[in-house]
Every structure is written in C-alpha cells, then in structure tokens.
C-alpha cells in the first residue's frame, strides 16, 4: 500500500518547488488512478518481456522475482464461482472498490477448476469437435473444459453415460483482480482543501512504487490536463530516479 495523501503532498511540493503548475484535488485524483492502472499494467508487460527474452544474469532474475512480488498483492486463489441463468457461471465482478456495478473486476483469469480438477480452456469449435469425437471427449472424464464468453463461462465434462453435460457446482478459479481505485478525499474549510482520511482510498501497489507514483502523475499532468510544465519535469525526475538505481 502507498498512501495517497503522501503522494498528494509530494507531487504538490514538486510542483510549487519548480513553479510549474498547481494541481487540483479533482485533478489529482484522475491522474492518480491513471497512473496506478499504467503501473500495474507495465508489470505484465515487463514480465512478458522478460519470458521472451530470458536472460542468464542475476538482474533479470530479480527483476522478475520483483515483478511477481508486486503482482501477487492481486492474487485472488480459490474464488467459488456462481451460476447465473441458463449455463453460464459468472466469473468475479463487483468486489472492487469504485468500480461501476456489474463490472468485472478480474485483470486475468489464471486458473478454473472443478473440484481438484484443473479445467482447460477451449474455443467454442475446438469443443464442438470434441463433442463429435469419442476420443476427443475422453480426457474431460479427469479433466474439465471451459468455454469463455465476456465475463461468463461454462464448464463441461463427460457424463456417467458417455455424453457432454454441463458442470454448475464446485467450480473455483484463481485471477489478478485490478486495483482498486484512489482517491484523495477532502473537506474544505476555510476555502481550503484538508485531506479526509475517513474518505479516502490509498494505491494498492507496492511501498517500492512510492517515487514512481509522484513521477508518473507529474507526467501525467502534461498530457491528460495540459500541464506540459510538470509533465516534462515528472519524466525528467523519473529518468533520473531510473539511472540511479540501475547504477
């Protein structure tokens, strides 16, 4: 967790220290929650980055313990999964913070499974085929397959009788929910703005992420509220933040 009114505070003294530009409550908040999502986001990125192009050295190794590290505070295992009308079985939504409802709040499904039975993901034709195929069918006798559809999906298997039957019960999965969302809460007194702690919602990512939370929504300014100023300084710092620690 990282709190947002240390954020708040930190990107304000380094946009009055430069003189570049004040940022407004509202204005931070928009900028907060773009800059967490861009963070987050990067992590997967990175990681694919780092599987397709494996290095031996040490670095990259712990560049990649990091990156798992920081993406496991998303980790939701064993989540019971529910039915909704006709077959379909609703993946996550709703459990985020801020998010509208009906939304999902899942990133990634990783993982769905019956029982203990892990169930394998397949194309809506790659299961009409199995359906025809004798042969195909046999591994669902151990091993489920699913179909997804948006946030939904079904889970088949072969029945006592040698037929394709739907599975409603006991199914679970494994995903990377997203952030949930910031928000700098306030109440004004004396026309100013004094910071709500009872209101507010700090960043979900790591502590590490501190520095490059204040850089990135001084980049952020520039472009989302035309603040060019501040942007230009935020990648500065940020690049120079980047070259100290690889040094």
Not at 67 to 93: A, M, R
Not at 161 to 186: L, M, S
Request: hydrophobic share 35%.
């Amino acid at each position: 967790m990282v709190s947002v009114d240390t954020v708040y505070q930190r990107v304000l003294a380094l946009a009055n220290k430069e003189q570049r530009g004040y940022i407004t409550p509202q204005e931070f908040n928009l900028l907060a929650n773009q800059a967490q999502v861009q963070i987050f986001e990067q992590y997967f990125y990175d990681l694919n980055q780092f599987h397709r192009n494996p290095g031996n050295d040490s670095a990259a190794g712990d560049s990649v313990d990091d990156i798992e590290d920081k993406i496991s505070i998303f980790q939701v295992y064993n989540f019971p999964l529910t039915v909704t009308s006709g077959n379909d079985i609703l993946l996550p939504i709703d459990s985020t913070i801020g998010y509208p409802a009906g939304t999902s709040d899942m990133f990634r499904l990783e993982e769905v499974r019956h029982n203990e039975n892990i169930c394998s993901q397949v194309t809506p034709k790659k299961l009409h085929l199995m359906k025809k195929s004798v042969f195909g069918g046999q591994p669902l006798l151990e091993h489920p397959a699913y179909i997804r559809q948006n946030n939904a999906i079904q889970v088949f298997h072969l029945n006592v009788a040698g037929g394709f039957a739907n599975i409603f019960n006991n199914v679970r999965c494994d995903y990377i929910r997203k952030p949930n969302r910031v928000e700098w809460d306030y109440v004004v007194v004396n026309e100013k703005a004094l910071y709500n702690a009872n209101g507010a919602s700090n960043f979900e990512l790591h502590p590490a992420e501190e520095t490059s939370l204040v850089y990135k929504i001084l980049e952020l300014a520039g472009i989302i509220i035309n603040k060019p100023g501040l942007s230009s300084y935020g990648k500065g710092e940020k690049v120079e933040a980047e070259n100290k620690r690889k040094s």
